[in-house]
């Protein structure tokens, strides 16, 4: 085998499924793939149709942007952006249209590219955004992606973990109805994510000694039981008994000013109690540089922060931030943990 065959060996291949094809998917994939020089570091696999793509590419005016597709894994070009075929039928796009196409092609992507991260074939996946309504099929009744990446990994728990360079944010319950957040707030499903969180800061981030922080879950974090006795009764007792096992955790804090503060920067990560709470502050911090990682899982699985966008698809108007660190945060993660597992 030549140098340069081994050093493709080496590359890992990184899997992209491409959403809702009306939605900004496309757009964002094409504008973070367009520089060749993310090849020197991956070999990027995007789930989906080269005759989508070629649409969107065309729509962008993106004509410097080159993929070469391909059926299957056999052999991929290395020095080239991949598109795996999904489907082979001409599909009607309708860029900024929520429909049920959408949601059926994004299906097909993303069930093809989970086949492949089960097996190995690919070393992580990125998935563009879906829409969760159009999506919705016999096999397919999540609440989102990381419900049904979930159960396909076979794991009962999962922690959405919102990650950036300057902070990282995990919520205890996710897609659920606020009305339901205060049954889902247990000293046992607490101190899970807390085990889910640092471990995943260890293999995932090669910090050794995570330094974490929980949120309460009422206002004031429940002003000492004046305004709901969960912090007393549930959050703290939590916090301490994950702390009596050498772990450094802190609060319960008032969320409230926690972020505007700046306390945020004190700790690697941040539990928040509901999806608000976590996503609002990550996400007016680190719109175009934040992304979402599904921790707990066998494999590994980001996103952008972002949904499908319709009201800009099509328009050249998307910022591919999110979905470029995406795309090097899953290559990052699954890097540390192949360190991780030969040391």
Known sequence: ??????????????????GDINGIGPEVIIKALENSKITQHLTPIIYGSAKVLSFYRKQLNRDNFNFSPINDLSKPYHRKVNVLNCWEEVVEINPGQDNAIGGQYAFKALEAATNDLKEGKIAALVTAPINKLNIQNDDFKFAGHTEYLAEKAGSKESLMFMVADSMRVGVLTGHIPLKDVAAG???ESIIKKLKMMSKSLKQDFGIQKPKIAVLGLNPHAGEDGLLGNEEIEIIRPAIEEFKSKGQIVMGPYPADGFFGSGEHHKFDAVLAMYHDQGLIPFKSLTFSTGVNFTAGLPFVRTSPDHGTAYAIAGKDQADEGSMRTAIFAALDIANSRLENTES
């Open 1 to 18: 085998m030549d140098k340069e065959s081994k050093s493709h060996k080496q590359k890992p291949l990184i899997g992209i499924t491409m």
């Open 185 to 187: 707030v247990t000293k």
